[in-house]
């Protein structure tokens, strides 16, 4: 499996980003895809996870964030609304499917930045 993110960039708080992450390999709908984030100093922190059409969201981005899967292309996207400079790091796109014995996985990563 792999899989690759795009969408970071800087923005300015109370702004908008998209994040996509496309996935190649044996994919299957009931794998958990999803966000998670690093930023500078910290541990790596989940941002949303869906699955079979379930969503889980850090308690940080609800409200703000949604997390959006379309199994027929094997994306999954992350539309980020009012962003904070606390919302400033590293995004990583997540496959994982050890519940099924199958490994998880990492994209590279995708820079985002909010300024004040």
């Known amino acids: 499996v792999q899989l690759q993110a795009s969408g970071g960039g800087l923005v300015q708080a109370g702004g908008s980003l998209r994040l996509s992450c496309a996935a190649s390999?044996?994919?299957?709908?009931?794998?958990?895809m999803g966000w998670y984030r690093q930023a500078p100093g910290k541990r790596r922190e989940l941002v949303a996870t869906?699955?079979?059409?379930?969503?889980n969201y850090a308690d940080s981005t609800k409200g703000r964030f949604t997390i959006s899967r379309d199994n027929a292309k094997n994306t999954v996207s992350l539309q980020m609304n009012n962003l904070e400079p606390e919302d400033t790091a590293v995004y990583y796109c997540?496959?994982?499917?050890?519940?099924w014995g199958r490994g998880a996985y990492w994209g590279q990563g995708t820079l985002v930045t909010v300024s004040s």
């Open positions: 869906i699955t079979n059409g379930n969503t």
């Open positions: 997540n496959l994982d499917a050890t519940p």
């Open positions: 390999g044996s994919i299957f709908k009931f794998d958990i």
